[in-house]
């Protein structure tokens, strides 16, 4: 398949999943307006633990809210992104999976299509304003704007990586285990924060599992001249990168193992 | 000519996965899990002419479906060999996709909350099917399948026979060679299901599509199909003509009457009494040395009844009677 | 109203018995609250590092108020009921009008044993096993600890209304929807889940407290610390009562306008 029919396909994939979603336009509204104000009052939350406390592990608040807002918006746009994959045992139940296997397009490119929902639009905001608040707090103006970019871009892989990875398990056990919602949820709820402050283990899990700290603090110390600005650190969130493509490598044995036992 | 599809000895086993009791057993099952083996197919060969339609009956469970999977390669088979449209369908699976269409009684492939016309167009894209071959295509299903009133109106709407009209539309797109049917007629109203069966004739007449049709319904092999394959526990009990299963299972039907009054028990010499609950009677007969209104017109002289239906035997019920032919 | 009662009591104890087969599931859902529980124990831990003390609350009391609120999350009003909202959406809720008992009363029933059953399967053996792992502050003393468990009971009484006040606003199609988004996110953040409303400045702590959201968690956990002396523990509990009783009240009105509407409309 050439790219730009790719592109032509993704384009019209898009355009119905909006059309059929944007049917509920209230719905939508009031959704967007219950993560917003969800998410709102969260963020209000850290606002409240730093006037209480001054700061954390040395971080003060405009500089947890860069890791915050970079957090926030690569993980609303990877599970807006990736809903098929989030919800990848309903389609395993229902048999429409079954339908995917039968068009004569890659079904991870299919999956990825299916879906991109619109509803998690409240988060995005929330992320968006936290980041900017922070850009403005921080003084950043220039090419020190590219490096929050490139924070995201790692991020929104690398938090894809971890759906494709949850659709992957469901291929043996069918349903979605909550027990992954430490790695979904539980990251964005870690890596809004310093990792630094975590125990060991949980550091590492976040480190070398799920290199949550390369598309968070790595980067963001050498940003804020708080760490090692080496060009390695700089170029971690790359390491999201490779996550996705290691996930998807992972995928394809999951449906290796799906089309030979047809569960 | 050379087959179409050619189909060797496959088999299948699935292992299923025992749940064990109570939590210290969801814990062990943790760790190490019992396991169970259920063969599906246990040697299926068959092979299949350009232009053929054939039914391929069985009951639940024997394999029907295992079958269907592993043609439209979205299942491996443990051992044996498919060779189809030149395709080994689960090796070569997006080559080969793109040449068959599959339509699933039961489950709709449009998108629920968009009019069908929406579904056509990316299906036109998933396809890569050209502008003329596309208008020409939909041309023809519309008029065969009486579309236009639906195009624009979402999935969701549709009745249940609409939808398989759309549904039957939409696995043709892109012009297949070989279609397989799974249940088509399933739950569909009288008018709807002669309208489904009436196309995949002229589809498999005119176009000269290979059609694979598994069912339930007896009327539709009857309606459709001149070759019928019955599986049963993973094997193929029979491969010929349809009037091969017709004989093999014996052609007896039912001739269900309700009476007057009850008590009162109609006999006929063409006919044996199979049983009888207060005023409601179950004859069977053989068609073939007496024909059903010959039947129910000496019964009508002799008897006064309020209602009677005649049942032509289920698939359940011919299989059944074939295995008393053909033990094992 | 007594044939209401043995209705409602058969209603939760089929619920219950229901929930009561996801067992493996709920050791997993553990597991889970578990690593939430030391994840915010883990940032609360940093902030207390910093060294700007505070006079309501001490760090150990602090994590014992995280474990507290892992254990008891199912009392949170976040979801309507699964089953009525299928119910509303078939059109079969128009039956369920016509039953002798009331509606209201089952609805009410079904939302106590979808809070209870999981916040006992899962809040004990949590709550054990941050006694074992995380050195758990036991109750402020005896007295504390029999006021703590009453407390959880109003608690129980006032999750209750607002999960049935949720089932009921399905009714509404429109004002309905909005409620069923607007309220989990208000009451995560005034009951004091995601931060002790004794951490907020003082003039918003005191007026939170008011809500009827602060008798979900701030309530039984200002009991469980012995932060309410035995003398206002008789106003501070009276406060979720009173408040579940209200919105018991409103719930009922909300249900039978919806119903009555529906007759004339004809569903």
Sequence with gaps: MTLRKTLRLVRIYTTLSFRSQLQYKTSFFLLTLGTLLATGLEFAAVYA???????????????????????????????????????????????????????????????????????????????????????WKLHLSGTALMMPLWMVTGGIALFYGVFVLQATLVFYTIET??????????????????????????????????????????????LLGTGSASLLSQAAPAAGYLFLIASLHIWKIGIAHYTSTGS | ??????????????????????????????????????????????????????????????????????????????????????????????????????????????????????????????????????????????????????????????????????????????????????????????????????????????????????????????????????????????????????????????????????????????????????????????????????????????????????????????IARLYGTYPE | MNSTFRAAKAVAGARGRLLMQYRSAALFGIATQMFWGMVRAAVFTAFYQAGRHTASLTLPQTIAYIWLVQATLAMMPWRTDPEIQEMVRSGAISYEALRPADLYSIWYARALAGHAIPTLMRGIPLLLAAFLLFHLLPPHGAAACALWLFSLFCTLLLAAAFTTLLNVSLLYTLAGDGVQRLMPALANAFSGMLIPLALLPRSLCLLLRLLPFAGLIDTPMRCYLGQISEGSALTALMLPIVWAAALIFAGRMLLLHALQKMMIQGG
């Design chain 1, 49 to 135: 633990l730093f006037s209480r406390f001054g700061s954390l592990h040395g971080w003060k608040l405009p500089q947890t809210a860069l890791l915050y807002g970079c957090i926030s918006v690569s993980f609303a746009i990877a599970e807006a992104a990736a809903r098929g994959f989030d919800t990848f045992s309903r389609q395993i139940k229902s048999g429409s999976f079954d339908r995917i296997l039968l068009r004569p397009l890659p079904p991870a490119f299919q999956i990825a299509c299916s879906e991109i929902q619109l509803m998690r639009f409240g988060r995005f905001l929330q992320g968006l304003a936290v980041l900017g608040w922070a850009e």
């Design chain 2, 1 to 318: 000519m050379s087959a179409l599809i050619e189909v060797e000895n496959l088999t299948k086993t699935y292992t299923i996965s025992e749940r064990r009791e109570g939590t210290w057993g969801a814990l062990q099952g943790l760790i190490q899990r019992q396991t169970r083996k259920a063969p599906a197919l246990r040697g299926v060969s068959f092979s299949l002419q350009p232009g053929e339609m054939v039914g391929y009956i069985g009951p639940n469970g024997a394999g029907k479906s295992t079958t269907i999977k592993i043609l439209s390669g979205i299942l491996v088979p443990d051992s044996g060999t498919c060779q189809a449209l030149g395709c080994t369908p689960w090796r070569d699976r997006r080559r080969y996709v793109q040449q068959i269409g599959v339509v699933f009684g039961q489950r709709t492939q449009l998108w629920w909350d968009l009019p069908v016309r929406e579904s056509f167009s990316l299906l036109r894209e998933i396809y890569q099917i050209d502008d003329h071959a596309f208008r020409s295509a939909m041309q023809e299903l519309q008029s065969l399948l009486q579309l236009e009133a639906l195009l624009n109106t979402p999935v969701r709407q549709l009745s249940l026979g609409q939808r398989m009209r759309c549904d039957l539309a939409a696995s043709l797109l892109h012009s297949p060679k070989l279609l397989f049917l799974d249940e088509p007629t399933i739950g569909l109203d009288a008018v709807s299901k002669l309208v489904v069966r009436e196309f995949i004739r002229t589809l498999n007449r005119q176009r000269g599509v290979t059609v694979i049709l598994t069912t339930h319904d007896m009327d539709d092999i009857e309606a459709l199909c001149s070759r019928v394959i019955v599986i049963a526990e993973g094997k193929i009990l029979l491969d010929g003509p349809l009037q091969q299963l017709r004989s093999a299972a014996g052609t007896e039907r039912r001739l269900l009457i309700e009476m007057e009054k009850p008590g009162e028990t109609p006999a006929d010499e063409e006919a044996r009494l199979v049983s009888c609950e207060g005023n409601r009677i179950c004859l069977a007969f053989d068609p073939e040395r007496t024909p059903a209104a010959a039947l129910i017109a000496r019964i009508a002289k002799k008897y006064a009844f309020r209602d009677l239906l005649v049942q032509e035997p289920s698939i359940e019920e011919v």
């Design chain 1, 177 to 222: 285990p909550e027990i992954v919602n430490i790695f979904t949820y539980g990251g964005v709820e870690t890596a809004q924060y310093p990792l630094s402050i975590y125990p060991f283990w949980l550091r590492s899990i976040f480190t070398f599992l799920i290199p949550l700290a390369s598309v968070s603090l790595i980067p963001a110390r050498a």
